[in-house]
């Protein structure tokens, strides 16, 4: 084998680089429990967890280090190559060859988890039912219209991730042919609110829009609870007109804009997925801690309707639904005080790897037995044969009817 084959091969496979793997691992970890009291669970999750390189800020000090998602992929290679490239196949390791299959299959479930999971909640009140769920982090922005006679009208989706990154001062244009306008994104704020401009900024060049400006808030540490906003242009691709407009992620009604071809409608919203069936809420319970204000159990009583049947199910805290590749769990509660109606809410898990790591864990601990089973076997045949060869020789058989010579002083008496 070449040199400069047989290195690389020789670094990547060598026990000193899963342990430098294992140990950056712990780092990272601990670095992004740490921060998540500064920056929530969503953003260490991107910034540690799912990114291939990171710079960590340590007071004044920036520090380059290589990020989880890549650290795992040199991990898998380091356990494939270990058992490829540096042992030679013998039945006596099988159980170590499990015990690696076991774990590359838990990183595989890893893998399949992040780029195909999705997650979301349903909220639904008493009476209430729906058949579709609401992402936590994912946005998009859905162009629709118009409605001409006998036609249907057509729509774009957007995807938030493709915008939602960018600074207040940079833009990003959209175009597709069919439709008869570019939409361009602009001044994006990651949590904002629409405030009303005051008399004596309406007439200042550049401020706001229809009387209204975006005002950026302090991202929230949770996430989900952060509402976008930005500005979006319309630009007409035959006569060059522009139109201009404040898009906010609060809105409950979509924009309308009126154009010579119709109106269209500009909404900007979660992203939501359908499930094969419907969810009706019967009736939510919940019981709180004596003389405090935080819930002890809560469970729902729910109606599935699927193919023209129904089903009665109770959801509780630590017994989920699953059902067609879907787990609803349920999550938390909301208590209208204005109206005194209490919603629940269910959190929503499509994940293909679902049950993969429980299966992982099963083959690990299957190699593991077997490994030791293995090696067991081994040290009771050798402890066998050893013993075996240092027994002594067993004493001659004497011939029937001679005696041993006795001493004479014996004989005379």
């Excluded at 129904?310 to 609803?328: C, D, S, V, W």
Aim: net charge neutral.
């Amino acid at each position: 084998m070449k040199w400069y084959v047989k290195g690389p091969l020789e670094v990547l496979s060598s026990f000193g680089l899963a342990l430098i793997l294992l140990g950056f691992l712990f780092l990272l970890t601990l670095l992004g429990t740490l921060e998540q009291a500064n920056l929530g669970l969503y953003e260490v999750q991107r910034k540690y967890f799912t990114s291939f390189f990171l710079v960590h800020e340590l007071g004044p000090l920036k520090v380059p280090l290589p990020g989880v998602y890549l650290l795992l992929i040199l991990l898998a290679i380091n356990l494939t190559l270990g058992v490829v490239y540096r042992t030679r196949p013998r039945l006596d390791r099988f159980g170590i060859y499990v015990m690696h299959g076991g774990m590359l299959f838990m990183l595989l479930a890893g893998l399949v988890t992040h780029h195909f999971a999705t997650e979301g909640q349903m909220t639904l009140a008493p009476g209430e039912s729906s058949n579709r769920f609401k992402s936590y982090h994912e946005w998009e922005l859905l162009i629709r219209g118009p409605i001409g006679p006998g036609e249907a009208a057509r729509e774009y989706a957007i995807p938030g991730e493709d915008f939602l990154r960018l600074g207040r001062t940079e833009s990003r244009t959209f175009v597709a042919e069919t439709l008869p306008f570019d939409v361009t994104v602009s001044d994006v704020a990651r949590n904002a609110v629409p405030q009303r401009l005051a008399p004596e900024q309406r007439n200042a060049s550049g401020m706001g829009v229809d009387g209204f400006y975006l005002a950026v808030l302090a991202p929230e540490k949770e996430n989900e609870r952060n509402l976008p906003g930005f500005h979006v242009t319309l630009t007409d691709k035959r006569g060059g007109e522009r139109t201009e407009e404040i898009v906010w992620g609060g809105s409950t009604l979509p924009l309308e804009i009126a154009r010579e071809d119709g109106t269209w409608q500009l909404a900007f919203r979660r992203k939501s997925w359908a499930v094969p069936f419907t969810l009706t809420l019967a009736e939510f319970r919940h019981e709180y801690h004596p003389g405090t204000q935080m819930a002890r159990t809560y469970e729902s009583d729910v109606i599935k309707r699927e193919g023209g049947q129904e089903q009665f199910i109770t959801i509780k805290m630590n017994e989920p639904l699953r059902h067609a590749g879907y787990t609803f769990f349920q999550a938390s509660f909301f208590e209208d005080p204005r109206s005194g109606v209490t919603s629940s809410t269910f959190a929503v898990v499509r994940n293909p790897a679902d049950q993969w790591p429980l299966l992982a864990c099963v083959i690990i601990t299957a190699g593991l037995l077997l490994h030791f089973c293995q090696r067991l076997l081994r040290y009771l045949k050798g402890e066998r044969a050893r013993h075996g060869a240092g027994a002594p020789d067993p004493a001659p058989a004497r011939p029937a009817g001679a005696g041993a010579a006795r001493p004479q002083s014996e004989a005379a008496a």
